[in-house]
Each structure stands twice: as C-alpha cells, then as structure tokens.
C-alpha cells in the first residue's frame, strides 16, 4: 500500500505565493519521478513540473520563472513553490510519483488533489 498525501493548497492573491507538498508514505522500496499536474475546470489535467531522483526538474513553459519544484529523499515528499501566481494557475494540483513497492513492482500513483484558487 502506498498513500500520497498533499497539502498547503488554498486562496491566493494574485502574485502572492502558495507553497505544496506530497509525502509519500507506505511499503516503499525505491522512488524515480516526482512531479505535479494540475487540472482547470473544462480542461484536460496537464503537467507542471518533474523532478528526477538525481535532481533534474522540467517544467510547463506557462510556470517557468515562477514555479520551482524540490524534493526531500530522506522524507520522500516532493514540494512546488509557487511564486507570482496568475488567475489562470487556478486548478486542482495533484501529485504523481512514480516508484517501486516492495514485493509488488513499479508503478504510478496519484495524490488526492489539492485546490489551487487565485484570485482578488
């Protein structure tokens, strides 16, 4: 079993700043790819950013300059700063994590969603 949990989601100005993680917990035996989606009302989920297990990140060209994704290896979570925010960042974010479960092969796994609103 592997649980993504997300949080630090909210309201947001625009061009203020939000900052969220995803802490991966369960029988987990490695960890490749971390990354964030997001998903607008009426529109298809797309990507915003990945990080590699060595630290290569890749971004949306939309976040660019803006968005910056870490992670922590030690505590398995993976974090997206995001700076400067615009109306048009509004979606719901989830994490994705790709990784190897104990006994049970590699796979892809998905957070719960986490709402992002920006707005005055």
């Known amino acids: 079993q592997v649980q993504l949990v997300e949080s630090g989601g909210g309201l947001e100005q625009p061009g203020g700043s939000l900052r969220l993680s995803c802490a991966a917990s369960?029988?987990?035996?490695?960890?490749?790819?971390m990354g964030w989606y997001r998903q607008a009302p009426g529109k298809q989920r797309e990507l915003v950013a990945t990080?590699?297990?060595?630290?290569?990140?890749n971004y949306a060209d939309s976040v660019k300059g803006r968005f910056t994704i870490s992670r922590d290896n030690a505590k398995n979570t993976v974090f997206l700063q995001m700076n400067s925010l615009k109306p048009e960042d509004t979606a719901v974010y989830y994490c994705?994590?790709?990784?190897?479960?104990?006994?049970?092969?590699?796979?892809?796994?998905w957070g719960q969603g986490t709402q992002v609103t920006v707005s005055s």
């Open positions: 990080i590699t297990s060595g630290g290569s990140t």
């Open positions: 369960g029988s987990i035996f490695v960890i490749y790819a």
């Open positions: 994705n994590v790709h990784l190897t479960v104990w006994n049970r092969g590699t796979g892809e796994y």
